[in-house]
């Protein structure tokens, strides 16, 4: 069975300091791993994904993420934070039948 | 704005009734999944549809249950309503092939049992 943690329910930065939103994955085999943001009372947004090659991936709206096998992580990162920025993130990881399982979320809140 | 569309976006309901929610593929779109997501929590996935059939399903009991027609739309339906099941359900489409695309979700439907 495949599973997501976000070991932080909420992360705190100001505006225009980077920012770091923390997952691990647990997975048999290659994982293939997503980010998305979810705004009050919206669907998710894909913000970027990992499936092979290169370990930093660059997404939309600045954010990146960097994949560490050996850490079983894809945390969520951003040179400088916007405060429209703040919204809940999932991050996710998806299995060989397309299912995705999801993190409990991440609250974010940038402040001026 | 992804090109998944629900219908309609809030819904109250009474325990023990039933339910149908309605969700509208991305374009070039061959798979739909639905996804609940309670208060406070991650989605939780519930079943798949490719090609018209369920090809994968969460821990959800059978009175949850969906169709896909031909031109990619799909509902979701769910029996025997129970105060549990108030939630958001998204759902999400996505192509399945020789390379297989994220997926793309609608803004969701707020489903409210009393």
Same mark, same amino acid.
Not at chain 1, 11 to 20: D, F, H, I, K, Q
Not at chain 2, 9 to 36: A, E
């Given at each position: ?31 293939? /791993? ?9 669907? /998710? ?36 934070? /916007? ?30 | &704005? ?17 339910? $149908? ?16 997501? @309670?208060? #406070? ?10 090609? %018209? &059939? %369920? ?10 249950? #969906? ?7 799909? &509902? ?5 309503? %129970? ?18 695309? &994220? @997926?793309?979700? #609608?803004?969701? $439907? ?5």
């Amino acid at each position: 069975a495949q599973s997501v943690a976000q070991p932080e329910d909420q992360v705190n930065v100001a505006e225009g300091n980077p920012l770091t939103v923390k997952c691990t994955y647990s997975v048999s085999g290659n994982p293939y /791993l997503f980010w998305y943001v979810q705004y009050p009372n919206r669907g /998710l947004q894909f913000l970027l994904k990992y499936i092979t090659g290169d370990n930093l991936v660059k997404g939309s709206y600045g954010f990146e993420a960097e994949f560490n096998k050996s850490q079983t992580s894809f945390h969520l990162k951003k040179p400088s934070a /916007l405060v429209s920025d703040s919204a809940l993130y999932f991050c996710a990881v998806r299995n060989a039948g397309n299912m995705l399982t999801f993190g409990g979320g991440t609250r974010l809140m940038v402040k001026p | &704005e992804t090109g998944v569309t629900q219908s309609p976006t809030h819904l109250i309901k009474t325990r023990g009734q039933q339910v $149908t929610l309605r969700c509208s593929s991305q374009s070039g779109h061959n798979t739909v999944s639905w996804y609940q997501q @309670a208060l #406070g929590q991650g989605p939780q996935f519930i079943f798949q549809y490719y090609r %018209e &059939e %369920e090809n994968g399903r969460g821990n959800f009991p059978p009175r949850f249950s #969906g169709l896909q027609f031909p031109n990619y739309s799909s &509902e979701l339906n769910v029996n025997a309503l %129970e105060l549990d099941d108030s939630a958001l359900y998204l759902c999400a489409s996505s192509f399945v092939g020789a390379m297989n695309t &994220e @997926a793309f979700f #609608g803004q969701g $439907t707020r489903l409210t049992v009393v």
